[in-house]
C-alpha cells in the first residue's frame, strides 16, 4: 500500500469546539495540537498567560487565562468558549502540578495547593462542562489521571499528587454514571512517566532516573505526543461506548 492512510471518519473532530487546561506547555500542549489536527477549534485555558499566549498563536488556536482552581474564572472560561464558539463539546481537563516532600513533614498548605489544582480544578472543570454539554445535549471529557492513581511512585514522596490522581479516576467514574443517560462521557487518560517541564527535576535526579527507568517496561519516558492521541480517542466518536474508563499509557510501569 502506498501513501498516506486517511483518518477514519469516526476520530474526526471537525466541527467540534474543545477546551484544554494546562495547554500552555507539555502535555496539554500535544493534547492541543493533536485534537486541532483532528479538525476541532481548540481554546488552551491555562494559569499562565505569557507561555499560552505564545503557544496559541504558534498552533492558531485560542487562549484564555484562567486559575482552575478559581471556580468563578473556571465557569467565565467556559462561558466564553459557548459566547465564541456557540457551544463546548470536548474538555480536556489537564491542569496540574506536582510537589515532593516527605509526609511526615508536609505542610497544610502544601496538602491543599496540591489538591487545589489537581482535584478540586478537576472537579470545577467537570462541573462547567457538564452543565454546559448536558443542556446542549451531549458532549466528551477527558481527565488527566496519571499511573499514580493507581501505584505510588518510587523513590519520591508525593502522597497528595497520588491520591489526588486517585481521586481524578474516581470522580471520573462518578461523573460518568450521573451523565451516561445524558449524553456526556467522562473518561481519563492516566500517563506514565513523560519528558515534560513537570518532571525534569526528577529527571536531572540520577536516582530518581534511574529508579523511574527499572520500573517502566518499555525504559524510557514518554514524550507529550505520545500521550495525546489517547486523548483524541477518548474525546472523538471512536470512543462512543465507553465511559468512567481510564485509559493507561504508560510503557507497562502498571504492569508489574
Ligand atoms: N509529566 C508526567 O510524567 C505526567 C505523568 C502523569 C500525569 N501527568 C499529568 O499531566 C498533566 C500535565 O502535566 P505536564 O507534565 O504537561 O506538566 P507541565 O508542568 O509541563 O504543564 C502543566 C500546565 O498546567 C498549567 N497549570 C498549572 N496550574 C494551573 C492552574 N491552577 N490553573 C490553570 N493551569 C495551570 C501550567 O501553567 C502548565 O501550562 C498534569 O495533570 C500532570 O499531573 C503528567
Redesign the pocket.
Known amino acids: 500500500m502506498t501513501g498516506t492512510t486517511p483518518t477514519l471518519p469516526v476520530f474526526s473532530l471537525a466541527g467540534r469546539t474543545a477546551i484544554v487546561?494546562?495547554?500552555?506547555?507539555?502535555?496539554?500542549?500535544a493534547i492541543v495540537a493533536a485534537l486541532r489536527d483532528s479538525g476541532a477549534r481548540v481554546f488552551i485555558?491555562?494559569?499562565?498567560p505569557d507561555?499560552?499566549k505564545a503557544t496559541a498563536e504558534r498552533l492558531g488556536v485560542d487562549f484564555i487565562a484562567?486559575?482552575?482552581?478559581?471556580s468563578a474564572a473556571v465557569e467565565a472560561a467556559f462561558d466564553h468558549v459557548v459566547a465564541t464558539a456557540g457551544r463546548i463539546d470536548i474538555a480536556v481537563n489537564?491542569?496540574?502540578?506536582?510537589h515532593n516532600h516527605p509526609s511526615e513533614s508536609l505542610t497544610d498548605h502544601d496538602w491543599r495547593k496540591v489538591l487545589?489544582?489537581?482535584l478540586d480544578?478537576v472537579f470545577h472543570c467537570c462541573r462547567a462542562a457538564g452543565s454546559r454539554m448536558l443542556a446542549q445535549g451531549g458532549g466528551s471529557i477527558v481527565n488527566?489521571?496519571?499511573?499514580?492513581g493507581h501505584i505510588s511512585n518510587f523513590p519520591q514522596p508525593q502522597a497528595a499528587?497520588n491520591a489526588a490522581?486517585a481521586g481524578v479516576i474516581h470522580l471520573t467514574k462518578s461523573l460518568a454514571g450521573e451523565w451516561a443517560g445524558r449524553g456526556v462521557r467522562v473518561n481519563s487518560v492516566?500517563?506514565?512517566?513523560?519528558?515534560?517541564?513537570?518532571?525534569q527535576r526528577g529527571m536531572d535526579n540520577e536516582e530518581w532516573r534511574r529508579a523511574w527507568l527499572a520500573g517502566t517496561p518499555m525504559k524510557r519516558?514518554?514524550t507529550?505526543a505520545e500521550?495525546a492521541p489517547a486523548v483524541v480517542f477518548l474525546a472523538s466518536d471512536a470512543a462512543s461506548f465507553c465511559t468512567g474508563t481510564d485509559l493507561v499509557v504508560d510503557g507497562g510501569y502498571t504492569i508489574w
Open positions: 487546561t494546562g495547554g500552555a506547555q507539555g502535555i496539554g500542549e485555558c491555562d494559569i499562565n507561555v499560552g484562567a486559575d482552575v482552581t478559581d489537564n491542569a496540574g502540578i506536582v487545589a489544582v489537581n480544578g488527566t489521571g496519571s499511573m499514580s499528587y490522581k492516566s500517563p506514565g512517566y513523560v519528558g515534560t517541564e513537570l518532571t519516558v514518554a507529550p500521550i
